[in-house]
RNA sequence: CGGGAUGUAGCGCAGCCAGGUUAGCGCGCCACGUUCGGGACGUGGAGGCCGGGAGUUCGAAUCUCCCCAUCCCGACCA
């Protein structure tokens, strides 16, 4: 299936593009900067999925759902908000097609025009602050903490494969309360749930941090980040909480009455991952074999493969392979047993391989003779030959350990490639030469942001949040600086 | 929207410059047989408006013009 395929070290993002698509993780669709996300890259969306929501509900938040359309006249309510998204808006301006005069197609019936043309959602603040205008009246409304699963579209000039796509997935949180600190709360409460789930279930280390004004959400007072760092030393924002302060309420109206009688606007955080986060999966990860996933989030955590020459051996192997399927299966572990015969067992190797199965257990006549089972992990590709006996509790156990593994060999390659730069040309020579992140002094003006950008392609990622504050001299500008940042190259 | 390139079988490509029988090759696909502990092999077979349209010509995948689509670079991008 996949053997033409190139190493990280020849074409990174060649590499990447072949991955997904070899991988059948997803592929273009007929639709310009659309992605069809094929079963097996969906069902690992499907898992991150119902790890993210089970923690949302844990945390209080229900689920809710609001129009694909926007009129357009919500959108100018915000002023910062409109400028952010008004470029990249895709605006429905007719309700009906009719047969072509030249009898060729159809066209649009220009009859049928709307009389306010409606902005397919890019986020879907407006529509839920003009929503909750009607939900709020009293303290005692408050919090409203709601998530939405959904589609969105920004209409990208260049897309690619989850990284960018015109159409994405993802969950959008958005909440009201009643004071500033509420809100701040929820924002933290947030970026912790996100930093979590990579780390634990992505097996993703992340720096979580603010961004600063240029890269700040259209609207939003704060906005917090986790950045993943990539193999290739780029960084890649994976999620984003924003603490919105009262700019929606008070643009849609939104107030309510505190115990004192007194109206107030609300205050509002909202926040969101997409289908990036696959992007952000799969790059962290992966090797020039394909595919590596972590565990958690893997559709099949184990692969049996029966090797046979004749039926009655085939019959045989399947008996045991089925009862270690159940005793897996009863530890809560997905497994496929692979007993096609269309296909070789070599052929079988590589294909899980390639699709980043964590482990692979494979039967032979030797293993029914012996009471073993070959046992190979997709991490290390190290094999080994073990006992039957006591096989699920085996496997139980390697998976943590390659969950773990994972963890830790991306935490080491995150280590190795941050970098502090204390002059320009230390700066400079870290960005063009090595990646990664780099902590550097800057005079806080957006001003020198968009100078170092120029210059480097270098942007901040994230300002930390509680790192030891040292005072020290802006790598540019040379002019006082508070606390180094976080500069890297971004998807 | 600028610069460059490419459209030939499901996928990847050759053929085009120097027009000439039935348009090839690899992978994949189908059937049968032998195989099966790291991507098997043999034999036979199916599959093409050569991106679309117009033109030149006795004759066009090949030359000319127009159109369409896609990709790369740039601009753009919470």
Not at 340 to 369: N, Q
Not at 447 to 453: M, P, Q, R, S
């Amino acid at each position: 299936m996949a053997k033409d395929f190139p190493t990280r070290e020849e074409n990174y993002s060649q590499w990447y593009n072949d991955l997904v698509i070899k991988a059948d993780l997803a592929e273009n669709s007929a639709v310009r900067g659309c992605m069809v996300i094929k079963p097996y890259g969906y069902s690992i969306w499907e898992k991150m999925q119902a790890a993210l929501d089970k923690k949302f509900k844990d945390t209080g938040h229900s689920n809710a759902y609001f129009p694909l359309f926007i009129p357009k006249s919500f959108f100018s309510r915000e002023a910062a908000h409109v400028k952010g998204f008004a470029k990249e808006c895709a605006v429905v301006t007719h309700y009906r097609l009719k047969n072509a005069e030249d009898g060729k197609g159809v066209v649009v019936d220009e009859t049928a025009k709307l009389e306010e043309e409606l902005i397919v959602r890019p986020t879907s603040e407006t529509i839920i602050w003009d929503t909750y205008k009607n939900w709020i009246q009293s303290y005692r409304d408050l919090p409203i903490l709601v998530n939405q699963w959904a589609n969105v579209v920004r209409w990208e000039m260049r897309t690619r494969l989850f990284l960018r796509t015109t159409e994405f997935l993802w969950q959008e949180g958005h909440t009201a309360h009643e004071t500033k600190q509420e809100a701040i709360d929820e924002t933290m409460l947030i970026l912790d749930v996100y930093t979590d789930f990579a780390e634990k279930f992505m097996a993703l280390p992340v720096l979580k941090g603010v961004k600063s004004e240029s890269e700040r959400f259209a609207g939003a007072v704060d906005t917090y980040c986790i950045e993943a760092l990539m193999q290739d030393g780029k960084s890649l924002q994976a999620g984003t909480s924003h603490f919105l302060g009262q700019n929606f309420a008070k643009a849609f109206d939104v107030k309510y009455l505190n115990k004192e009688n007194k109206l107030n606007y609300v205050w509002a955080s909202s926040w969101g991952v997409s289908t990036r986060l696959m992007g952000a999966l799969i790059m962290a990860h992966s090797d020039d074999q394909g595919l590596v996933l972590p565990p958690k989030l893997a559709p099949i955590q184990v692969a049996i493969v029966p090797i046979y020459k004749k039926a009655e051996q085939l019959e045989e192997i399947s008996v045991k392979a089925k009862e270690i399927k159940k005793l897996l299966e009863a530890r809560g572990i997905s497994v496929k047993y692979d007993d096609r015969d269309t296909y070789k067992p070599g052929w079988k190797f590589a294909e899980y391989e390639f699709k980043g199965v964590p482990v692979r257990l494979a039967i032979g006549p030797r293993d029914m003779e012996n009471g073993t089972i070959e046992v190979a992990r997709r991490d290390t590709l190290e094999k080994e030959v073990l006992q039957v006996a006591d096989i699920d509790r085996k496997v139980e156990h390697l998976l943590a350990q390659i969950q773990e593994n994972l963890y830790t060999k991306a935490l080491n390659f995150r280590n190795d490639n941050t970098y502090r730069a204390d002059t320009w040309e230390e700066f400079t020579d870290l960005i063009e030469n090595k990646g990664g992140f780099v902590y550097a002094h800057w005079d806080g003006t957006a001003e020198t942001e968009n100078k170092i950008k120029d210059k480097t392609k270098a942007t901040i990622r994230l300002i930390p949040l509680e790192d030891d504050k040292e005072e020290g001299k802006c790598i540019l500008t040379g002019k006082p600086s508070k606390g180094r940042v976080v500069f890297a190259k971004a998807y």
